[in-house]
C-alpha cells in the first residue's frame, strides 16, 4: 500500500465515483449498475486505482479509499 507520507494519487472524476461505492461495500456488479457502466468496465477502474495507489487487493483498496475520505 502507498505510505502515509506521500502525497494522495489523483483520481477522475470517475475513479472518485468506484472509490465511493467501493468503500461503501458495493461489488463490481452492483457498481456497473449504479453507473451504468459494465462490469469489465469498473475492474479496469479498480486496475488503474490499485496500481496508482500501490494497493494489491480490492480490500486494501477500499480501506486506503476511507481513509482518503471517500465514504458513500
Known amino acids: 500500500m502507498a505510505?502515509?507520507?506521500?502525497a494522495p494519487p489523483s483520481f477522475t472524476p470517475r475513479e472518485q465515483q468506484?472509490?465511493?461505492l467501493l468503500s461503501g461495500g458495493d461489488t463490481y456488479c452492483?457498481?456497473?449498475k449504479r453507473l451504468g457502466i459494465s462490469r469489465h468496465t469498473v475492474?479496469?477502474?479498480l486496475r488503474h486505482l490499485r496500481k496508482k495507489t500501490g494497493t494489491t487487493n480490492r480490500t486494501q483498496l477500499a480501506v486506503l479509499a476511507a481513509q482518503l475520505g471517500y465514504r458513500p
Do not use: C
Not at 505510505?3 to 506521500?6: C, G, L, P, R
Open 43 to 45: 475492474d479496469t477502474y
Open 3 to 6: 505510505h502515509s507520507t506521500e
Open 30 to 32: 452492483s457498481i456497473a
Open 18 to 20: 468506484v472509490l465511493v
